[in-house]
């Protein structure tokens, strides 16, 4: 079934009439199967994370601490020291399945069910579930770079969609909104696509900043940085989400 008609089914058997097809419909986020990820570029075979590491095709980075080392490890092919922009997620899900820390909650409107540009909404991550694989990166990276005890989550508001194209059942598009991170709010859009997935509907979005923003605009420490940031060894970083979305109320949301 096309994504078109499957929602207006969605929001019919939902609500009951077909009258209300148009009428405002509102999606969560399955917590259970969505996640967040991060990753630097160059990665240097270690700086990327998730708030999923049960998720079976994730792999820690080098240096992992031992309860990883019974993962999928091993040596980055390649050149992990140079920019890689291609790539990334390094370790993309290959199928949805319930095993995440429910780390990640959002909400959106959907006023027009006809016209995906009119949703609006927010989506929310626990920053001390971004997992490395690493107890001594992330206990540094809680404490010393997120500061999660001042600053525990990181949220993305979407205003819109823009730019919106369909290739068969999935709908692709940009995502205009804003990012909170340590209570700075920046304008930043964000790539998308939707489809059909596990039931619900299926989300996948990136956004791209340089890695000097985390100290410039975001006030995260220099002498925590001073290497990646201050000697220039970091380039770009990539934050995304992979989420699934159901109607409002639905079970297990």
Not at 230 to 235: D, M, R, S
């Amino acid at each position: 079934m096309s994504l078109r008609p499957w929602l207006i089914l969605c929001a019919v058997a939902t609500l009951g009439v077909p009258s209300v097809v148009r009428a405002q419909r509102a999606w969560t986020v399955d917590r259970k199967e969505s996640l967040a990820w991060w990753q630097m570029s160059p990665h240097f075979a270690s700086l990327w994370g998730t708030t999923c590491p049960q998720e079976p095709s994730w792999e820690a980075g080098e240096g992992g601490s031992s309860e990883w080392r019974s993962t999928r490890v091993r040596r980055m092919r390649g050149y992990p020291e140079k920019a890689d922009t291609v790539h990334v997620p390094l370790y993309p899900r290959h199928s949805v399945e319930p095993l995440c820390r429910g780390a990640v909650s959002g909400h959106l409107e959907l006023p027009d069910t006809a016209n995906w540009g009119t949703i609006h909404g927010h989506v929310t991550v626990a920053m001390d579930s971004l997992e490395m694989g690493s107890r001594m990166r992330d206990g540094f990276a809680y404490a010393t770079v997120f500061q999660t005890g001042r600053y525990p989550t990181a949220q993305y508001r979407v205003d819109s969609l823009v730019d919106l194209t369909w290739e068969g059942d999935t709908l692709l598009g940009t995502a205009v909104g804003s990012i909170t991170i340590r209570g700075v709010v920046k304008q930043m859009n964000a790539v998308m696509r939707a489809f059909p997935d596990s039931g619900g509907m299926r989300v996948l979005a990136k956004l791209r900043m340089p890695a000097h923003a985390l100290e410039d605009d975001y006030g995260m420490s220099h002498i925590a940085l001073s290497l990646g940031v201050g000697a220039n060894l970091w380039e770009d970083l990539f934050m995304g989400v992979d989420m699934v979305l159901r109607p409002a109320g639905a079970a297990g949301n």
